[in-house]
């Protein structure tokens, strides 16, 4: 695949107008290439990646990348793929997750090289919002496939939220963008700055979609609320671990969006092996993929405790109130449930009995990849 093939089709499910892109690429125009950011969580997961990583090629390839942070926009909620209005943001609190987002955004991205802006920058002018509101009707702002969703569901669709996809296409207006990224489920937003743009008398962005990424549990996107997410900033072990955990039907999705490599194993497992090795690599450093597939074999095929157990400064005894205290449950319930299941072990034997004692420098492991060894507080 050469360059312009994989800026085009590698992990890409759609091009608007795609004859028009390849053009534009072929001719050596430098693009200036669009995304939007709403920072509405401090942390990155692996999902946020696979736009990230179409950036960098584009940025590889000598194009401009031009982040537009949603400092306005995730104040209002981007209604996208949302079976509910999704709760605004304060300025606070997206000041706060920026910071982080963009420094975990360049383990990817080369932010510096970037071009950066705060679209509060010409979204907060007066009478804006006005214009904008006589630029497109009703009839076309319902056409989404989620407001129709909720529409039939009862449930409410806010006039604001109607708004929002207007403000990001403003932003290509703005900024005059050439090219949008963003996933399928912000085709109808990245639509909108081509109307806008062809309203206000601007060449019509391109438009690329990319493919969504399920996440640990196979069926849902990749999500911190939903809890089958990965994150950028997980240690090497639990990041390999959730890697191992995926459904073997996901393996060639996730070397296509996550990495450069291609699958070159059948095996479901040794894949995944190799998988865990390169995206680990690729965020902890190659010595630590390494490491990280060394551990998981160690401990989940030769059934030996981890290299390294991390020590808890306990002062209970009990082993619900240990595993409470110890922060591996978030609740005395939840404790029960694990011991009946037979999901905790203390020194290699299974716990069954609810009542048991747990003494200094005992090791209690919790479901295959949960290790601490008791001290005393």
Do not use: C
Request: charged fraction near 30%; charge should be positive; aromatic fraction near 6%.
């Amino acid at each position: 695949m050469n360059d312009i093939e994989k800026l085009l089709k590698r992990g890409v499910d759609e091009v608007i107008v795609k004859e028009h892109l390849a053009a534009a690429l072929q001719s050596g125009k430098k693009l200036r290439v669009k995304f939007g950011i709403d920072p509405t969580a401090p942390d990155i997961h692996l999902g946020h990646t696979v736009p990230l990583r179409k950036l960098r090629q584009f940025q590889d390839a000598g194009h401009k990348i031009v982040l537009i942070i949603g400092d306005f926009t995730a104040m209002i909620g981007d209604p996208s793929g949302k079976n509910e209005a999704r709760k605004p943001l304060t300025e606070k609190e997206v000041k706060t997750n920026l910071k982080s987002y963009l420094k975990q955004a360049g383990k990817v991205l080369n932010v510096k090289k970037a071009e950066v802006h705060y679209n509060s920058q010409w979204l907060s002018k007066k009478n804006l919002l006005l214009e904008l509101l006589g630029k497109e009707s009703i009839q076309r702002v319902q056409e989404r496939d989620d407001f129709q969703r909720r529409i039939k569901e009862g449930r409410e669709v806010t006039v604001l939220e109607t708004v929002y996809p207007l403000l990001q296409g403003y932003d290509s207006v703005a900024i005059k963008a050439d090219l949008e990224i963003g996933g399928t489920d912000q085709k109808f937003n990245l639509l909108m700055g081509r109307r806008l743009q062809r309203s206000y008398g601007l060449s019509e962005q391109d438009v690329m979609t990319l493919s969504l990424l399920e996440g640990t549990d196979g069926v849902k996107k990749m999500s911190k609320s939903v809890g089958n997410y990965i994150g950028l900033d997980e240690k090497s072990n639990e990041m390999f671990g959730k890697i191992m955990a995926i459904p073997d039907t996901l393996i060639d999705k996730y070397y296509t969006l996550l990495t450069d490599a291609e699958r070159t194993i059948a095996n479901p497992r040794e894949a995944k092996l190799e998988l865990g090795k390169i995206i680990v690599g690729m965020y902890h450093g190659a010595k630590a993929g390494e490491q990280a597939k060394d551990e998981f074999v160690r401990v989940f095929s030769k059934h030996e405790k981890p290299s390294e157990i991390p020590a808890k400064k306990i002062s209970a005894t009990n082993i619900i109130d240990v595993l409470v205290e110890a922060g591996a449950v978030i609740s005395k319930g939840e404790a029960r449930r694990l011991i009946e299941q037979g999901g905790v072990k203390v020194n290699d034997q299974k716990v069954s009995d609810l009542a048991m004692s747990v003494v200094t420098g005992s090791v209690v492991q919790i479901g295959k990849r949960t290790f601490f060894r008791v001290e005393k507080k």
